[in-house]
């Protein structure tokens, strides 16, 4: 009886879910290509479980509805504080919270020193040649990164809902690519090791920063444009207006955006792939030849248990 009247809310927070960060099928091909930027020594675990690494490339999304401390690992809001970036954050964690706070930096986003935590569990789950683990922290790993690459991940505007462009979000990352990822190109080249991965990392959340006023002010403009088309439409999910629009104004904007997505989407491959490729030499190259997935739901994270044992699966 209770399982039935949870369910429809739990249904609606799923459906929700699919409605932040490139999109479900972003990630899912971000993580798809990039295991086939990695060596062929990496083969026996990422392309023989491919389809587990696409499965859980959206479970930090999942999460998001179990855990306050979920949210802010998704995105760093740069311009909150009115001054120049670059010269604010520090890179390193330590210095970040002597600096800002620890309040502070998990009230505008912690995404780049998520992904160094995370990257060292990955490494450590190599060491320990716990085959689960490494899937699963690859995936959560892929996903952050991925994350970083999207402009509107680095802003407090992140939905345009400071500048009356509700919906931009969900329109830019998971519409677009969704519409025309059948024409990128979006094979990065082979992994390669990063040496300073904290460079590397701000160096991408930089791009995407300086990225989002083009991402902003191109759809005022195409907005403005199709302004009489009356076909724009925004529908509630999560507090945050998902747009659509006319394939006409979509490929309109996607234009005007010259390549952005597709360079950003690319981007991402490049980096999720690279990260998983230095986790694996810092771990010392282990051979990922022999091991063996146990057969039950060890991947899974509590919520995907909670969620099965609602549905009965
Ligand atoms: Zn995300």
Redesign the pocket.
Known sequence: MRTNIIRPFLMAFLILGLF???GFFG?ETIHEKAVYSLPKEMWPLYKEHIAILIEKS?N??KR?HFSKKEPP???IDLDAFRVNPKTVFPANWDSAKSFLTEDTLWAYGVLPWNIEWVYYDLVEAFDSNDAQAILRLSADLG??I??ACVPL?TTVNYNGQLTNQRGIHGFWESRLPELFAEEYFLYPGQAEYIHNRQEYIWAIIFESFSAKDSVLDLDKKVQEAFADEGTQSISERKGQGVRTQSIEASRAYHEALNGMVERRMRRSIKAVADFWFTAWVDAGQPNLKNLELEKDGETKFFGEKVLEKLWGN
């Open positions: 932040t960060n490139w990630h959206t930090p999304d998001r690992k998704h995105y996903h952050y991925s994350d991940h």
